[in-house]
Nanobody
Framework: QVQLVESGGGLVQAGGSLRLSCAASGRTFSRYDMGWFRQAPGKEREFVAAISWSGGSTYVADSVKGRFTISRDNAKSTVYLQMNSLKPEDTAVYYC?????????????????WGQGTQVTVSS
């Protein structure tokens, strides 16, 4: 089992920045690829970004490319999502997720463990 706890969400004005953190506990963090997903009200959960177990490979959704950056610190068992130039359409609950290391993929069904989510609200 891997337990994931997100933090760092909040209310920010359009154009602002936030950094989300996801702290992992349980099994060896460095063996897992990590992903960030989001779900806006009335919409399906969607992929945002993913990073390989080593941090050497990342994959970012086109909708956030150039604005969001995913990174990880295996010594701290934490994955981050730096969000810049935020837009109102980025408003959602953001979830981190983990899957056994193998390939950096966007598919929700590929991830075995999920956090509870953190709310991000971007005002116009």
């Amino acid at each position: 089992q891997v337990q994931l706890v997100e933090s760092g969400g909040g209310l920010v004005q359009a154009g602002g920045s936030l950094r989300l953190s996801c702290a992992a506990s349980g099994r060896t963090f460095s063996r897992y690829d990590m992903g960030w997903f989001r779900q806006a009200p009335g919409k399906e959960r969607e992929f945002v970004a993913a990073i390989s177990w080593s941090g050497g490979s990342t994959y970012v959704a086109d909708s956030v490319k150039g604005r969001f950056t995913i990174s990880r610190d295996n010594a701290k068992s934490t994955v981050y999502l730096q969000m810049n130039s935020l837009k109102p359409e980025d408003t959602a609950v953001y979830y981190c997720a983990a899957k056994p290391g193998g390939a950096v993929v966007p598919g929700i069904g590929q991830y075995d463990y999920w956090g509870q989510g953190t709310q991000v609200t971007v005002s116009s």
